[in-house]
């Protein structure tokens, strides 16, 4: 009860602080929503050739968009955090009864929140433009972007607290972050991909995210890509905030 | 009545494969009602057994109770007992004064309608009414640190811990957060504090313990700890005169109140009893030799004295 008193009352501060300086929230969708202006429309002339997958161009880009709004957006909250660490803030915290459960999953409700809300606005460019998907489809791949969005922000918090430097954080992301986004199929379906990248690709746990999305956009929501995307998501989502809430339980300096 | 007592409190981190013993074993035992002062220099282990103290780090081994409770049992009790101002601080900076207040109420369980209240006492207490809605990383260091003070008394615990409370702080900030720390123990707060200063130390706390290399080395009031040390220490400059200087020095040999000195160049210095009875004495003396004095400085034991004298070595140069 105190857990949940304590993560409301968090969530709650952490959200208007968000909302007082929105600043990253704005950039984060930039990003995205610039790509599905200037990238989607080349993808056109190729949405017919042999290997890509069905849904056109906007059809097929905008889930793997959203999975990389979840992947970027998530990642870019540990620069607020360690700035928080070094303040002293989270110390402070940590003196009071609040619930420990709870330091960590106000964070995230918080996370998670502007995420929906980020790839809401997302959804609505790309209907704009012409995406005509499954209704239901698109909740439900919002979900996998939910479960995304927790998986990366929880890693994100961990590693912050082992490294506490934002400049290690940034050289670490830069590093991270291109590899994960090409072998996630996110801007070229991995369809077209030799066989060899594909092999690569299926131990990238964001790739399996991306299927699932693009199957549930075109409404096929029996597809295996889709339970397979929802179960690697759901476990690895939360092994990830059991890493955070024990990172966060243990010495923060 | 103890409100803090600790019996071999000891931390050891492993680092790189190598076991290094952040704090050896502290026991100590605080009064309720006192200003405590812990001091040391830095790396002595200060720091690690604040944070532990504070829940922050759990012990190696070793024991701690806080206001009856068992520290390392039930650290979630301990903490809605204690209040803490880290060094840092730790104000959220894009919030005001008063919503920081109001939301480090509600962390303690505190109602909103009295959070509020809570909040206007202690702005008005410690004079933040001014800037009380600006964001609180506008604030001057002095304010910033009244802020802090605000936050850890939020929820009038019985035991307030500080994490050198002045450090970086002006003097008129410094000055003023002494006489609040008295205000504050004055009204019934037990203080314990972390300082490397040690005029704070001897001009604040009522008790204090010495740590060094992760133990204390020795505790008691500062008056205490400075009797230990034998004598003050008178020190005379003289005008330059080769051979009365040597007649000065055999003089001043034969009187039995002086306990030691020492004869360099023109400076002579001399441990005796009591400094200020001798002084008169030994000037009397040196001017019927007619030797004119040009400086004389008259030094009581200080906490440094005490600190050397435990531990070989100067706080002053440990501390850099």
């Known amino acids: ?253 | 009545m103890i409100i803090l007592e600790t019996k071999e409190l000891a931390k050891s981190f492993r680092v790189r494969g190598r076991l290094v013993e952040a704090v050896k074993g502290v026991t100590m035992n605080v009064q309720a009602g006192e200003i405590f002062g812990f001091l040391g220099p830095n790396g002595a282990g200060k720091t690690t057994t604040m944070r532990m103290l504070t829940t922050l780090l759990k012990p190696s081994s070793g024991q701690a109770t806080i206001a009856g409770i068992d520290l390392l049992q039930h650290s979630r009790q301990v903490r809605e007992k204690i209040g803490y101002v880290s060094q840092a601080g730790g104000a959220e900076g894009a919030c005001s004064a008063r919503e920081n207040l109001i939301l480090q109420a509600r962390f303690y369980g505190i109602t909103p309608h009295d959070a509020n209240v809570r909040a206007n006492e202690l702005l008005a207490a410690l004079d933040l009414e001014q800037i009380a809605d600006r964001p609180s990383s506008s604030y001057s260091g002095g304010q910033r640190r009244r802020l802090d003070l605000a936050l850890g008394m939020v929820h009038k615990p019985k035991l307030l811990l500080l994490d050198e409370p002045t450090a970086a702080l002006d003097p008129q900030s410094r000055a003023w957060l002494w006489a609040e720390v008295r205000r504050l123990n004055a009204e019934g707060t037990t203080i314990f504090m972390t300082t490397h200063y040690l005029d704070e130390a001897d001009a604040l706390c009522q008790r204090l313990a010495i740590i060094d290399d992760g133990r204390i080395v020795v505790e008691g009031t500062p008056d205490a700890l400075k009797r230990q040390i034998v004598g003050d220490t008178i020190t005379l400059g003289l005008q330059f005169q080769p051979e009365i200087g040597h007649t000065v020095q055999d003089l001043l040999q034969q009187q039995s109140y002086i306990h030691s000195l020492e004869y360099a160049e023109q400076t002579i210095r001399l441990v005796v009893d009591r400094g200020s009875e001798a002084l008169p004495l030994i000037l009397r003396l040196i001017d019927d030799a007619n030797v004119q004095v040009q400086t004389v400085e008259l030094s009581r034991p200080s906490l440094d004295d005490v600190f050397l004298k435990q531990t070989g070595r100067s706080l002053r140069e440990s501390a850099n």
């Open chain 1, 1 to 253: 009860m105190q857990s949940l008193r304590d993560t409301w009352l968090l969530f709650k501060h952490y959200l208007t602080m968000t909302m007082r300086n929105p600043v990253m929230v704005i950039v984060g969708l930039f990003q995205p929503v610039v790509q599905l202006l200037l990238f989607a429309p080349l993808l056109e002339p190729i949405a017919g050739t042999e290997g890509f997958p069905e849904g056109g161009a906007i059809g097929v880009f905008t889930p793997g968009l959203l999975v990389m709004l979840g992947i970027t957006g998530s990642l870019f909250v540990v620069f607020g955090f360690i700035a928080e660490l070094r303040a002293g803030v989270l110390e402070r915290m940590r003196v009071t009864p609040l619930s420990r459960l709870a330091l960590v999953l106000g964070r995230l409700l918080r996370d998670v929140t502007m995420l929906l809300l980020q790839a809401l606005v997302l959804v609505g460019v790309a209907w704009l433009m012409g995406l005509r998907a499954d209704p239901a489809g698109v909740a439900l791949s919002l979900l996998i972007v939910v479960l995304l969005g927790l998986l990366v922000s929880s890693c994100s918090y961990a590693v912050a607290l082992i490294l506490q430097d934002e400049n290690t954080v940034a050289s670490l992301l830069n590093f991270l972050i291109l590899p994960i986004l090409l072998l996630s199929g996110i801007t070229l379906p991995l369809t077209l991909a030799p066989d060899w990248i594909r092999n690569v690709a299926g131990v990238n746990p964001f790739a399996y995210a991306v299927d699932a999305s693009r199957a549930l956009f075109i409404g096929q929501l029996e597809h295996p890509a889709v339970w397979q995307g929802f179960a690697v998501m759901g476990v690895l989502s939360f092994l990830g905030v059991f890493w955070a809430v024990r990172s966060f339980r243990q010495g923060v300096a």
